[in-house]
């Protein structure tokens, strides 16, 4: 997997864009560079959520099996409903949900029936039993007009039908997709292997959690958000510490992130100021291209891949602070990592909403700010950015419940303009 041309094909575009590459071109590069793994597995329901649909499901039965009752109430031949006045029919017996009817309903008849029953033969309409009057053992009065031919009744197959598509390749599993899988009486279902993604920070001035803070360095917090990040992606996580800014342990760490992982994401280390060998060595053991891309926050970025002892993975080189990671990976990676898991991955679902904020914002790049989503007093959907929207602080992620995506020749914005909005969760 030796993409000699990702580097031909990114140094070409920077004589085009000198300064810094577009979001969007960035975007397109990494994910046309980006291929499904291999490897399928067999899961029960229990273990499907979150997991990607290896193949397509095709219906084995129709749901519902028989057409059957949408209501409590009485079951009966529309045509048999007087246009002009009340219709008294005679009370033949009952159908149950799981116990149906066994004979057939002839005119001036029907039949009890409960939500979910099977519709008895010789009847295509349900009156609700409340709309009725005068219900006894025997009959049923329907008053004129409550009921048309063909209410209430749930068709065979309305759900799904037999030999139809029902879920397709390449979705991510959901809850409603679980109980749809159930509804067909499959208990079991191909899924693609988990994706296997190697994790690491950079940089001498980090320390582990239980280390004593010396002056000047910080606390690791990348691998935690990494972390959380690829664990809601699904991934199988290879956390792989903390690693000095020099060439031999990046080097060896990246050689051993290599031969176990499909992808690798890296965090620091790969700005203008850093030191030069992070890209030698990058380069060195593959195909790496380094970007400094037209976004705030989140200038510099490495993406390629690399290999090692005949394995490959791509590798994502994201920026240091704290901020920068979230967003270089919620915007480059996590898209790439769901091409990756043979996922199609869904254009993130943008709201359009008026800004509370003023902000500042330079054509030429895109942002992405921290904001909070909520509503004005009469109801509406509104934001507003969360404080200092600076890099490093990541309280300003942690406070957000949404991002603020100011496009690329977007200028800026003023107390009530739309501006889109990438809402962190959704129903979870
Ligand atoms: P770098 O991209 O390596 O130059 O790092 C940029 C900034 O992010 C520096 O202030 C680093 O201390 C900080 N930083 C880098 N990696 C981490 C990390 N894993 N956790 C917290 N801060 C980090
Ligand atoms: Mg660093």
Redesign the pocket.
């Known amino acids: 997997m030796n993409h000699p041309t990702l580097t031909q094909f990114v140094s070409s575009l920077a004589d085009n864009a000198p300064n810094a590459l577009p979001v969007a071109q960035a975007q397109r590069i990494v994910q046309t560079f980006v291929q499904p793994i291999d490897g399928v597995e067999t899961v029960t329901i229990w273990q499907a959520l979150g997991r990607v649909l290896a193949a397509d499901v095709v219906s084995p039965i129709s749901v519902p099996a028989h057409d059957n009752s949408a209501m409590d109430g009485y079951a009966l031949q529309g045509c048999d409903l007087l246009p002009d006045g009340p219709t008294t029919l005679a009370m033949v017996g009952a159908a149950l949900a799981g116990r149906a009817f066994e004979g057939t309903v002839a005119h001036g008849e029907c039949v009890r029936i409960m939500t979910g029953a099977v519709m008895p033969v010789g009847c295509d309409t349900v009156v609700p039993q409340e709309l009725t009057v005068q219900a006894t053992e025997t009959a049923v009065t329907v008053p004129q007009g409550v009921v048309r031919t063909g209410d209430n009744r749930r068709h065979k197959g309305e759900d799904l039908q037999e030999g139809r598509p029902a879920l397709t390749r390449g979705k991510v599993l959901r809850p409603a997709d679980l109980g749809l899988l159930a509804s067909l009486g499959l208990g079991q279902i191909q899924v693609k292997r988990r994706l296997r993604v190697a994790f690491f ?3 001498d ?2 320390r582990s959690l239980g280390d004593t803070l010396d002056a000047g360095c ?6 935690y958000t990494l972390f959380g990040m690829l664990t809601r992606l699904g991934c199988e996580l290879i956390d792989m510490g903390v690693v000095k800014d020099d060439p031999a342990s990046l080097e060896a760490a990246l050689r051993a992130a290599c031969v176990q992982a499909d992808a690798i994401i890296t ?5 203008v ?2 030191a030069d060998y992070t890209k030698d060595v990058m380069a060195k053991l593959g195909d790496v291209t380094f970007w400094t891309i037209g976004m705030r926050p989140g200038r510099p970025m490495a993406f390629g891949s690399i290999a090692c002892d005949g394995k490959s993975a791509y590798l994502f080189g994201l ?4 901020v920068a990671v979230m967003v270089t990976f919620y915007f480059f990676a996590r898209e790439a990592l769901l091409r990756m898991m043979g996922a199609t991955p869904q254009p993130l679902p943008l709201l359009r909403v008026p800004s509370q904020s003023p902000i500042r914002k330079k054509a030429g790049r895109t942002e992405y700010q921290r904001g909070i989503l909520s509503t004005d007093s009469q109801g509406n959907p509104v934001v507003r950015i969360t404080g200092s929207q600076g890099s ?1 602080v990541l309280r300003s992620m942690a406070e957000a419940n949404c991002m603020v995506v100011l496009h690329h020749m977007q200028g800026s914005v003023n107390v009530g303009d739309l501006v889109d909005v990438v809402v962190f969760d959704g129903l979870v």
């Open positions: 920070s950079t940089g001035e980090l910080v606390y690791d917090s990348n691998r965090s620091g280390g790969v700005s100021g850093a920026p240091g602070n704290p490093g």
